[in-house]
């Protein structure tokens, strides 16, 4: 059953963000980039950090060790090769978690987090954070847009997951 939710998430994820996207595409590269009240300062920042946090979890998730700072660097400086490597990424997060296994979900994971510190965290938590972490963000993306003349898209999960 937490196998079937988790790859339920990994699709909404892709699908709420080709929608995002979608909307974003629609602004400017000044818009995008504009420096707004929000703690990834844009919602160019705000884009390129939820990718950092996914790359870092899935490293953890798949055995690596990546770390957790420079969690506001700006990975891709231009719109469309963003928004291509958004698209691989979440095809990768959609086979990963299209391999889930009960074993996996009762391990625990210890890492490293950006201030240094060493956790261990079950693994089902930790997966429920990964997609906790996405919906957080894009619901900041969503408030910037609505701060544009572009309108936010509908995220809600059984909207976008309706057939």
């Not at 240094?116 to 972490?133: A, E, G, I, R």
């Not at 898209?153 to 309706?162: A, E, F, S, W």
């Amino acid at each position: 059953m937490l196998i079937q939710h988790f790859k339920m998430l990994a699709r909404y994820n892709t699908l709420a963000n080709h929608k995002l996207y979608g909307a974003c595409s629609q602004l400017s590269d000044k818009e995008l980039k504009q420096i707004r009240p929000a703690f990834f300062k844009s919602i160019y920042g705000t884009l390129n950090h939820i990718l950092i946090g996914d790359r870092i979890w899935m490293g953890r998730f798949t055995g690596q060790e990546i770390s957790s700072t420079g969690l506001d660097l700006i990975l891709y400086d231009d719109f469309e090769e963003l928004r291509k490597i958004r698209v691989l990424e979440d095809e990768k997060i959609e086979n990963f978690m299209s391999h889930l296994n009960q074993d996996f979900l009762t391990r625990t994971i210890s890492y490293v987090n950006n201030q240094n510190k060493v956790y261990t965290d079950p693994v089902d938590m930790l997966l429920s954070h990964f997609f906790n972490h996405q919906t957080h963000h894009r619901g900041q993306i969503h408030d910037m847009l609505s701060q544009t003349e572009i309108a936010p898209p509908v995220l809600d999960m059984h909207r976008v997951l309706r057939p």
